[in-house]
């Protein structure tokens, strides 16, 4: 991007016709001559060729002139930017990792599944801290809230059944997370609660998880993992090996809703896993990060290319005026 700082000065480029206008007139008036003995001297200096040639000290007054008007006028150079101002968000996913997240009926498995669409949830977000808690019979923070993402798809990918004793505890899982967000300073924060079953373990329901939520402003999208009916589950036996049973969804829906309404978020329920990773493309369009863009653009001073040219040709001109083109005294 291009400008002049002062292009007032542009104007005087009008005078240059008229300073050529003169030039050309005033040679077709003037008239002189001088008395020779002997021309035979001026026929071997060629003098009509030295003559046509002076209209170059002219020209290259002119162009100096030119130069040094765009000089005055300060050209200069921009170039556009902008800065950007995030406001993040915290987000705690809070993922249940007991055995029944085994189940297959969300391809290839619920766990699985849940850890695969959570990771394209983290790895979309921008400027948002992220932590994870994962629970079974108890609960504990996997990663605390950060901006690392790949440290938090990483740990997503190392999460298994076993890890921590067998159980759902619902509330304990949802406190824990809820604990987690209780220092930020963010102001938006949300918990991504995802469970496939019925709390039956741990010192804190569900509702009253969300009630400590709802206290302190944090709201939960809660999701209930799981297809309707019957889902197909694996069973390690000692005598026999793995064998698979059918075994009923029992997804406790009704806290779980409570649990959003409360809080001001939103339950969801996902029978696959194409509806659970719609589920996580809806809550990243309503958590959204505000954004303040501010453009700019940066000017630089272009002025000494023109002066510096105009330098050159004003000394060329006198240069040659004291040499080639030099006048008889």
Do not use: W
């Not at 005078?15 to 001026?42: E, H, K, N, Q």
């Not at 496939?196 to 509702?207: A, F, H, K, Q, T």
């Not at 799981?226 to 694996?234: E, I, K, N």
């Not at 779980?256 to 329920?269: D, K, P, S």
């Amino acid at each position: 991007m291009y400008r002049f700082e002062d292009p007032q000065f542009l104007i005087l480029i009008l005078a240059i016709p008229a300073l050529v206008y003169v030039y050309v007139g005033g040679r077709r008036f003037r008239s002189g001559a001088i008395r020779y003995s002997d021309v035979a001297s001026l026929k071997e200096s060629d003098v009509r060729r030295t003559g046509r040639n002076r209209h170059v000290l002219f020209a290259l007054r002119v162009l100096a002139l030119a130069a040094f008007i765009v000089a005055f006028s300060r050209p200069q150079t921009g170039v556009t930017g902008e800065t950007v101002n995030a406001e993040g968000i915290d987000i705690v996913l809070a993922i249940d990792v007991s055995s029944s997240m085994l189940a297959e009926d969300l391809e290839p498995n619920r766990l699985e599944a849940a850890k695969a669409v959570a990771a394209e949830f983290v790895e979309g977000r921008r400027n948002d801290r992220i932590g994870l808690v994962v629970f079974a019979g108890e609960a504990f923070t996997q990663v605390p809230l950060t901006l690392d993402y790949s440290v938090v798809t990483d740990l997503l990918g190392q999460m298994e059944v076993g890890m921590i004793e067998d159980g759902t505890a619902v509330g304990m899982g949802l406190a824990t997370a809820v604990k987690r967000l209780q220092a930020s300073d963010a102001e938006s924060q949300v918990v991504v609660l995802l469970t496939d079953g019925r709390s039956n373990r741990g010192e804190i329901g569900p509702v009253t998880a969300g009630q400590m939520a709802e206290a302190l402003g944090v709201r939960v999208y809660s999701i209930g993992a799981g297809s309707q009916g019957m889902a197909r589950m694996p069973v390690d036996d000692r005598l026999r090996g793995r064998r698979y049973v059918n075994v009923e969804v029992d997804i406790d829906e009704v806290s779980l809703q409570e649990i959003a309404e409360t809080t001001g978020g939103l339950y969801f329920r996902a029978t696959d896993r194409e509806s659970l990773s719609q589920i996580y493309q809806e809550i990243d369009d309503l958590e959204t990060t505000e954004i303040e863009v501010l453009n700019f653009t940066s000017y630089g001073e272009f002025f000494h290319y023109p002066l510096a040219a105009g330098l050159v040709l004003l000394l060329l001109e006198v240069g040659l005026s004291q040499t080639v083109f030099r006048k008889l005294p």
